[in-house]
């Protein structure tokens, strides 16, 4: 007789992340007072880095955007000077991911412009962008930074086109893409690219899917699917898998899982309920979750996704009574990872007028570093310039540990010889004097005055991943940013003050006075 050993097997799925819960923030931890815009567009409307929060506001004669420090939490001061450049409703905008001071935004204007927002934030009204992009026929709607190429972006409008903008061209108005893509026949509504930005996939008011060779404009792949109208889509990471939301024929909300090499049919398409806001996903490709967030209610689902059958684990459902208009999210390297935080979203509750941060956590009872759930993530370097790109190359994002003291990696190592991420090729400072004469002292001095000013934030501030955080709440006047001088400062910036701002004020060049005072 032969006895046969009865396997046991678990009735659940084992997972670090089953138990992530969702932290909202205390109320003198929100920014209240925010004249969030009422526009109808299905964009996020809010851009997030470890240094400010961005956020388009309602306003009359034209378009404008609120800039502030991600610490000058509470009440929002009603005439906080904005970014207000634009002569139209501002659609959408976009941080440059490898440097914290640059953003771009896109409006009905039909221009695309890419502004240098000041180290201590927007002290007065900024109207004069670093540079202006006109090639658009109709109001543009939507940006996208390349995610390994430096000072590369895209943009797409009213018109049907995609066009690619190399930012390095020294223009301060830029009228000619580099590529311009015309595959689409109506409104595009969302745009992805994969990890290393050799594809692009884009979602389109024809409900159509495709999948694009950014450089070339060539169409890979195009999916046409009766059954699901598409309205935001997203790539996986490195899972070589597209996930879309959208609404079913019969108007229920749904997503869709496809596999990029083929579109024919969906992987999985599971219906959600039967509201009518937008679904907004948002991929974490290190830990694997998928998080949808709905426009409109206050509820966010997430799931943990796998690149084998069934390709989708439902975790849980964030729950809330405040519904969300648009939603930004802190890029990995800006998260706490002393609390076990791994993602963050800001909420934007207009009823409320107030922007809410929403920690994502794993519960641990640890207070140390967790490498488990903390791989090896995007940092903020570039992996190449953008005639790199331009010229056929592709590569994967440059990497960096989040663990509290390690060395943030340079921007693209082989060719930076020893300048790194703060290089003259890659300097805020150095764009500044090429564009205003005599003004990288200045900018130089302010670095110091910001790095003592960050040192006294940081002792009331929680270290986070290892990085410096962003400076303290942005000063009202101009004596409290050249306020505040004592003996720890260097002894020559006591004595070269004076001489900047003798060529500031007669409009000389730095250089000169300097030499002048030998």
Same mark, same amino acid.
Request: aromatic share 8%; charged share 20%; with cysteine.
């Given at each position: 007789?032969?006895?046969?050993?009865?396997?046991?097997?678990?009735?659940?799925?084992?997972?670090?992340?089953?138990?992530?819960?969702?932290?909202?923030?205390?109320?003198?931890?929100?920014?209240?007072?925010?004249?969030?815009?009422?526009?109808?567009?299905?964009?996020?409307?809010?851009?997030?880095?470890?240094?400010?929060?961005?956020?388009?506001?309602?306003?009359?004669?034209?378009?404008?955007?609120?800039?502030?420090?991600?610490?000058?939490?509470?009440?929002?001061?009603?005439?906080?000077?904005?970014?207000?450049?634009?002569?139209?409703?501002?659609?959408?905008?976009?941080?440059?991911?490898?440097?914290?001071?640059?953003?771009?935004?896109?409006?009905?204007?039909?221009?695309?412009?890419?502004?240098?927002?000041?180290?201590?934030?927007?002290?007065?009204?900024?109207?004069?962008?670093?540079?202006?992009?006109?090639?658009?026929?109709?109001?543009?709607?939507?940006?996208?930074?390349?995610?390994?190429?430096?000072?590369?972006?895209?943009?797409?409008?009213?018109?049907?086109?995609?066009?690619?903008?190399?930012?390095?061209?020294?223009?301060?108005?830029?009228?000619?893409?580099?590529?311009?893509?015309?595959?689409?026949?109506?409104?595009?509504?969302?745009?992805?690219?994969?990890?290393?930005?050799?594809?692009?996939?884009?979602?389109?008011?024809?409900?159509?899917?495709?999948?694009?060779?950014?450089?070339?404009?060539?169409?890979?792949?195009?999916?046409?699917?009766?059954?699901?109208?598409?309205?935001?889509?997203?790539?996986?990471?490195?899972?070589?898998?597209?996930?879309?939301?959208? &609404? +079913?024929?019969?108007?229920? !909300?749904?997503?869709? @899982?496809?596999?990029?090499?083929? #579109?024919?049919? /969906? =992987?999985?398409?599971?219906?959600?309920?039967?509201?009518?806001?937008?679904?907004?996903?948002?991929?974490?490709?290190?830990?694997?979750?998928?998080?949808?967030?709905?426009?409109?209610?206050?509820?966010?689902?997430?799931?943990?996704?796998?690149?084998?059958?069934?390709?989708?684990?439902?975790?849980?459902?964030?729950?809330?009574?405040?519904?969300?208009?648009?939603?930004?999210?802190?890029?990995?390297?800006?998260?706490?990872? &002393? +609390?076990?935080?791994?993602? !963050?979203?800001?909420? @934007?509750?207009?009823?409320?007028? #107030?922007?809410? /941060? =929403?920690?994502?956590?794993?519960?641990?009872?640890?207070?140390?570093?967790?490498?488990?759930?903390?791989?090896?993530?995007?940092?903020?370097?570039?992996?190449?310039?953008?005639?790199?790109?331009?010229?056929?190359?592709?590569?994967?994002?440059?990497?960096?540990?989040?663990?509290?003291?390690?060395?943030?990696?340079?921007?693209?190592?082989?060719?930076?010889?020893?300048?790194?991420?703060?290089?003259?090729?890659?300097?805020?400072?150095?764009?500044?004097?090429?564009?205003?004469?005599?003004?990288?002292?200045?900018?130089?001095?302010?670095?110091? =005055?910001?790095?003592?000013?960050?040192?006294?934030?940081?002792?009331?501030?929680?270290?986070?991943?290892?990085?410096?955080?962003?400076?303290?709440?942005?000063?009202?006047?101009?004596?409290?940013?050249?306020?505040?001088?004592?003996?720890?400062?260097?002894?020559?910036?006591?004595?070269?003050?004076?001489?900047?701002?003798?060529?500031?004020?007669?409009?000389?060049?730095?250089?000169?006075?300097?030499?002048?005072?030998?």
């Amino acid at each position: 007789m032969t006895v046969s050993k009865m396997t046991w097997r678990p009735q659940y799925r084992s997972s670090k992340f089953r138990h992530v819960f969702g932290k909202a923030a205390t109320k003198e931890n929100c920014y209240d007072g925010v004249p969030i815009t009422r526009s109808v567009h299905d964009n996020h409307f809010c851009a997030v880095n470890p240094r400010f929060i961005a956020v388009i506001t309602e306003c009359a004669g034209g378009g404008a955007f609120l800039v502030l420090s991600v610490h000058h939490t509470g009440k929002v001061d009603p005439l906080h000077p904005k970014v207000s450049g634009h002569r139209g409703n501002v659609l959408d905008i976009k941080w440059n991911p490898f440097n914290d001071f640059c953003i771009a935004s896109c409006s009905e204007d039909s221009t695309v412009k890419v502004w240098d927002i000041p180290p201590h934030g927007v002290l007065k009204n900024l109207t004069v962008p670093w540079k202006e992009l006109q090639g658009h026929s109709r109001r543009v709607g939507l940006i996208e930074w390349h995610p390994t190429a430096n000072n590369v972006l895209f943009s797409t409008g009213y018109d049907y086109q995609v066009m690619i903008w190399n930012l390095d061209s020294p223009e301060a108005v830029i009228k000619n893409p580099v590529r311009t893509i015309s595959h689409h026949t109506d409104v595009v509504l969302s745009m992805s690219f994969n990890t290393d930005g050799s594809r692009l996939a884009t979602s389109c008011k024809d409900k159509k899917i495709r999948v694009l060779e950014p450089r070339t404009g060539n169409l890979l792949q195009e999916a046409n699917c009766k059954n699901h109208k598409a309205s935001k889509v997203l790539f996986l990471g490195n899972l070589k898998m597209l996930l879309s939301t959208g &609404s +079913s024929r019969w108007n229920h !909300r749904q997503m869709a @899982l496809w596999d990029q090499e083929d #579109l024919d049919v /969906p =992987l999985l398409l599971e219906d959600l309920d039967g509201s009518s806001g937008v679904l907004f996903p948002f991929y974490d490709p290190d830990t694997h979750m998928l998080y949808i967030a709905g426009k409109g209610d206050g509820n966010i689902r997430y799931y943990e996704i796998s690149s084998e059958k069934p390709y989708m684990h439902f975790l849980t459902e964030y729950r809330s009574h405040t519904p969300q208009k648009g939603m930004g999210i802190m890029p990995k390297r800006g998260l706490d990872v &002393s +609390s076990c935080e791994v993602f !963050r979203f800001y909420k @934007l509750v207009t009823i409320k007028a #107030l922007i809410e /941060p =929403l920690s994502m956590i794993v519960p641990r009872r640890s207070e140390s570093y967790q490498d488990d759930i903390y791989p090896m993530t995007a940092a903020s370097a570039a992996a190449m310039s953008a005639e790199e790109w331009l010229s056929g190359i592709d590569k994967g994002p440059v990497l960096q540990s989040l663990k509290p003291g390690s060395r943030v990696p340079d921007s693209y190592p082989e060719l930076s010889s020893g300048l790194g991420s703060k290089g003259l090729g890659n300097s805020l400072g150095t764009r500044r004097s090429q564009s205003r004469p005599g003004q990288l002292q200045l900018a130089y001095i302010q670095d110091q =005055l910001g790095n003592k000013e960050g040192k006294e934030c940081r002792s009331k501030t929680s270290v986070s991943n290892g990085q410096d955080p962003t400076l303290c709440s942005p000063p009202k006047t101009e004596n409290e940013v050249w306020g505040g001088f004592d003996v720890s400062y260097p002894a020559w910036l006591y004595t070269i003050l004076p001489w900047v701002g003798e060529g500031l004020v007669y409009g000389g060049c730095t250089d000169c006075i300097l030499s002048h005072h030998g």
